[in-house]
């Protein structure tokens, strides 16, 4: 099974910013819509950010919208997420989904390849 790769996380204080990427060993991540989740223990996967296969349609999870911005580059095979004033809430695995098919955007389970998601820690 294909595997996406993320890389970007760390630890931060309230207000910084942090990029996350992922990428794909594969070159059909342009080809599909990809996704940003997160999750914290106990929690289930919560929505965070789309964006269509073109680059030209986002989605935002209300709690991030106006803070964080999805974006992708397809001559690099890869997709950003540009997170800034983050919260102490926004602590969390994250993780980005690539969806082959047509699905609910906000269900993990439409989604085919995963990556194994960086830690993000907001701390102060």
């Known amino acids: 099974q294909e595997q996406l790769v993320e890389s970007g996380g760390g630890v931060v204080h309230p207000g910084d910013s942090l990029r996350l990427s992922c990428a794909s060993p594969r070159p059909t991540l342009p080809l599909h819509l990809v996704t940003w989740f997160r999750q914290v223990p106990g929690k289930e996967r919560e929505f965070v950010a789309s964006?269509?296969?073109?680059?030209?349609?986002?989605g935002y999870a209300a709690s991030v919208k106006g803070r964080f911005a999805v974006s992708r580059d397809n001559d690099k095979n890869v997709v950003y997420l540009q997170m800034n004033n983050l919260r102490l809430e926004d602590t969390a695995v994250y993780h980005c989904a690539q969806m082959v098919g047509v699905g609910s955007l906000s269900s993990p389970s439409e989604y085919d390849y995963w990556g194994q998601g960086p830690q993000v820690t907001v701390s102060s």
């Open positions: 964006i269509a296969r073109g680059g030209t349609a986002q």
